[in-house]
């Protein structure tokens, strides 16, 4: 089975940046980042595919930047200006989202 290792968390400011790192044992045509906040469903936050194109939630537009490193079978997510109410635990996968999910990495926003 797929495996994903997600890294990069930590408690951050509002207003700070963090660079998240997903190392995937392999790495599918369209990856994406994903969160889920205290008590909410999880969200896809961005997506890229093979190519490099990315697609963006509305809420994170303009403040993070999916990115890939094929030949490292990696997902990079920077995120900037970072809010409270973005504290959540970060995951990464393929999109459409498979079955198996790794640990995530913690991110919160708290001065």
């Known amino acids: 089975q797929v495996q994903f290792v997600e890294s990069g968390g930590g408690l951050v400011q509002p207003g700070g940046s963090l660079t998240l790192s997903c190392a995937a044992s392999?790495?599918?045509?369209?990856m994406a980042w994903y969160r889920q906040a205290p008590g909410k469903q999880r969200e896809l936050v961005a997506s890229?595919?093979?190519?490099?194109?990315?697609n963006y939630a509305d809420s994170v537009k303009g403040r993070f930047t999916i990115s890939r490193d094929n030949a490292r079978n990696t997902v990079y997510l920077r995120m900037n200006s970072l809010e409270p109410e973005e504290t959540a635990v970060y995951y990464c996968n393929k999109k459409p989202p498979g079955d198996f999910w790794g640990q995530g990495t913690q991110v919160p926003v708290s001065p």
């Open positions: 890229i595919s093979s190519g490099g194109s990315s």
């Open positions: 392999r790495i599918y045509n369209s």
